[in-house]
């Protein structure tokens, strides 16, 4: 069974920086890509990075210049990706949750979320 646990969210003041962690542990045999997604409540959950297993990123337009998503690293079972993201702004407030997509036809694993808020 493959699990996905995020940390590092919090409060932080506008202009500043938090580093998302996200831990996948299990049995993965496949990586295609993982990805860090927001969502407020009332809206729908947005993409924020992605990176494939090749390296290959895309970032919402929100917030490139501004947020980095690391390559991921393997040790032994584990899988870590990390989301930096720097020069916060309040509307960068909402759970953010990570993803797994293992291809082959596999579904999409997800995390549990953390969140993060940005006073102004």
């Known amino acids: 069974q493959v699990q996905l646990v995020e940390s590092g969210g919090g409060l932080v003041q506008a202009g500043g920086s938090l580093r998302l962690s996200c831990a996948a542990s299990?049995?993965?045999?496949?990586?295609?890509?993982m990805g860090w997604y927001r969502q407020v409540p009332g809206k729908q959950r947005e993409l924020v990075a992605i990176?494939?297993?090749?390296?290959?990123?895309?970032?919402?337009d929100s917030v490139k210049g501004r947020f980095t998503i690391s390559r991921i690293s393997r040790d032994n079972a584990k899988l870590t990706v990390y989301l930096q993201m720097n020069s916060l702004k309040p509307e960068d407030t909402a759970v953010y949750s990570c993803?797994?997509?293992?291809?082959?036809?596999?579904?999409?694993?997800w995390g549990g979320g953390t969140q993060v808020t940005v006073s102004s």
């Open positions: 993803n797994l997509d293992r291809g082959l036809g596999l579904p999409v694993i």
């Open positions: 299990g049995s993965i045999f496949s990586i295609n890509a």
């Open positions: 990176i494939t297993s090749s390296g290959r990123t895309n970032y919402a």
